[in-house]
């Protein structure tokens, strides 16, 4: 294949776009949208964080789930969780939900949430996640996870 004088621009153009920095999200979110998306297609199911959704995780999948497609709960320290809520008319990112995993005990979560701000984000970690956890505690056997992870 004959390479063309702007194929390595656009390459590089990619690279930027992937690799950009968001404003307003924390280092340990930033290129979350290459992480492993849980769910195979966009989840619009009625819930807590009603809309289109997809939800990116920190892990490959190897290290996420077993041969049974089951998680491999409860996760380890460092693991994040990302779901991300759309506006059902654009799918545009409105809302990030975060789950950093403080220590590898069940349950043991950091709560954040950032909204869209024009071209960036804001937000941060809750203060008192109550809400979050009183109702992630129906999803115990999977380490207060509900998507389950889309068979691939």
Known sequence: ?????????????????????VA???????????????NVAKITAAGAHPSAK????NLTADKLVGTDDKYKAPFAAGTVFIKERMD?????????????????REGDWEWSVFERDGNGFKGGVFANAAMCIGCHQEAKASDLIFTQFGKR
């Open 1 to 21: 294949m004959k390479v063309k004088a702007w194929m390595p621009v656009l390459v590089l153009a990619i690279v930027g776009v992937v690799s950009a920095k």
């Open 24 to 38: 307003g999200l924390p280092e340990k979110c930033q290129g979350y949208t290459g992480w492993t998306r849980a």
């Open 54 to 57: 997809d939800v990116y995780v």
């Open 88 to 104: 059902p008319d654009t799918l545009s990112v409105t809302t990030l939900y975060v789950m950093e995993k403080k220590s590898a």
